[in-house]
């Protein structure tokens, strides 16, 4: 059972432009979610996290979208650069836990 | 520098051999996790500690041992009961703050069984 799901195996999107990332989960217990961007044979970098009591969080560039009664969230991307070419996961966890639970990723492809 | 260690970064052991792979971290951080990752996949849970001495299993534990004597380290052991040991293999590290649970993760072992 595919707790977090990340419909799109890839995205291509022209440098400069929004890239949008999306991700749905299936457990209303979910109650903070992350967002990590991973470079080949590396691990995983933090990029931006959100709780559910809020249902946006900025960080520059980064923003990120929660619409808990579509068990929806998603990544904004503005500008997106080449460097941001990469294999991006969402990750939820709930009720305190420390475990997180990985959607499939969506590997992201910045056109010049 | 603060951060989390993996070593080595490639690993090649034959099969039917117990393999263990390092994580170090000087975070200072309470809990501490080993994920694997599969061509296509997400990242799997295998064990994770909450605390010294103390760990739990994750979802696909089968195959796997861990130890936790220190705050610092938390070493992974793949054994020959592994079905399918050949894998990457991540290595996290958080802090509960009272209000947030941020995992970061090591740069990684690529364990191949050959």
């Known amino acids: 059972d595919q707790q977090v799901k990340q419909n799109s195996p890839s995205l291509s999107v022209q440098e400069g432009r929004i890239s949008i990332l999306n991700c749905d989960y299936t457990?209303?217990?979910?109650?903070?979610f992350l967002w990590y961007k991973k470079y080949p044979a590396e691990g995983p970098t933090f990029l931006i996290s959100i709780s559910s009591i809020k249902d946006k969080n900025e960080d520059g560039r980064f923003t990120v979208f929660l619409n808990k009664s579509a068990k929806h969230l998603s990544l904004h991307i503005v500008p997106s650069q080449p460097g941001d070419s990469a294999v991006y996961f969402c990750a939820a966890s709930g009720q305190g836990a420390q475990k997180l639970v990985f959607g499939q990723g969506t590997r992201l492809t910045i056109n010049p | 520098d603060g951060g989390i260690t993996q070593s080595p970064k490639y690993l090649f052991r034959k099969e039917g051999q117990n393999v263990t792979l390092s994580c170090e971290q000087n975070?200072?951080?309470?809990?501490m996790y080993w994920y694997r990752q599969d061509p296509g996949q997400g990242l799997r849970l295998i064990y994770y500690?909450?605390?010294?001495?103390?760990?739990q299993k994750g979802d696909i534990a089968e195959g796997y041992s861990v130890s936790r004597e220190k705050k610092e380290s938390f070493p992974l052991t793949v054994t020959s009961a592994q079905k399918n040991p050949t894998a990457f293999y991540l290595c996290a590290s958080s802090q509960w703050t009272g209000d947030t649970d941020t995992q970061y993760f090591g740069p990684g072992t690529r364990l191949t069984v050959l």
């Open positions: 500690s909450q605390i010294v001495n103390d760990f």
């Open positions: 457990n209303s217990m979910f109650d903070y």
């Open positions: 975070l200072n951080h309470d809990a």
